[in-house]
């Protein structure tokens, strides 16, 4: 997954629970990450579709914003530290709960994607003015930066990647973690409550990349490395690596930044025009937002699509998409999904040749395999709404 060698590699304050726990480890954003544990990578995804997966996300790029002034003040505070973040992303972050939480994405000036993050409203007037975001782990740097650059003199960045941010998916997940932060059970879908655990703060959002019901924590090490250890004492509980969660996020058509998303994408053609809502839309006062509008009102010249082959042989990142001797689109992920039993794909193909059903050629080692183009998810979501 990465040229970087062991010596290289930063580890996350989880590391030595993955040796404890038998993990493959592999280089995977600038980290020592665990790939699959001994049971392997079909029984960890079916395990997460059937009960609960647990997952290291800590490398990971948790972050706050705040106004320089402080935070405080309510209605007010979160309106002016959304208002600067807004200069950067084209989602209504100022219409946020207490509480409430948005994915979007970080755009350039011609409207390609720089990373997809997750941008969440603090619940209490005390803490408005702040803004509590996880970016990819392998653009943290980047975003970090432009960030900084951009808001600077009005706002101040402070890193959490020296925490624990971990994954709890599955529809076993919500029973799991009400054991140990009570009421959560009650968030819905994309929202957050704070939680004390032993005397030290964290985070609990319901939220995930599976498609699957699920939450993510973010703790401190010192309550965080305890907790999780118990949590895996749960008979519901397995850990999950890198590789189970790519066949969960591909079966939910979720798009993977630096595959299935980069900066010469647009939302529109990523099929994420559903990030920017009426009141964005209608200022088109986000970068980008010539091309956006213009691919929204006309049609982009190409589309995400889910591909289904209709042999076993599964079709990788950079599969050429063809219909007889014209080449209309590629693959950006595939791989076998063991829910669906069958291999899955997603890609960009020409708009012309875009809907469910039409008949395509993948070109697996040299040879046309046929497949066709597909609904998108593959495994329906399991949110709470």
Known sequence: MSDATTEDLKRTPLYDLHVKCEAKLVPFAGYEMPVQFPAGVMEEHNWTRQHAGLFDVSHMGPCFLTLEDGIGGGDEAHAKIAAMVEELVPSDITSLKPGQARLTVLLNAEGGILDDLIITRPIGDDAQGSLYIVVNGAMKEQDWGIFEKALAGRAVLTRADDRILFALQGPEAADVMKDFFPGCEELKFMHHMPFELNG??????????????????????????????????????????????????????????????????????????????????????????????????????????????????????????????????????????????????????????????????????????????????????????
């Open 200 to 385: 030290t703060r964290c985070i609990v959002s319901r939220c995930g990349y599976t498609g699957e019901d699920g939450f993510e924590v973010l703790v401190k090490p010192e309550a965080g490395i305890p907790l999780v250890t118990e949590m895996l004492t749960d008979e519901r509980v397995n850990p999950i690596g890198l590789g189970a969660r790519d066949s969960l996020r591909l079966e939910a058509g979720l798009c993977l930044y630096g595959h299935d998303l980069g900066p010469d994408t647009s939302p529109i053609e990523a099929d994420l025009g559903w990030v920017i809502q009426k009141r964005r839309r209608e200022a088109g006062d986000f970068p980008g937002a010539e091309r956006i509008l213009r691919e929204r009102s006309e049609g982009p010249s190409r589309k995400r699509v889910g591909i289904k082959p209709l042999e076993r042989a599964p079709a990788r990142e950079g599969t050429e998409i063809f219909i007889g001797d014209e080449k209309v689109g590629v693959v950006t992920s595939g791989g076998f999904g063991p829910t669906v039993g069958h291999p899955v794909a997603m890609g960009y193909i020409a708009t012309a040749h875009a809907a469910p059903g039409t008949e395509v050629q993948l070109m697996v080692r040299g040879k046309a395999r046929p497949a066709v183009v597909a609904d998108l998810p593959f495994v329906p979501h399991n949110y709470k709404r």
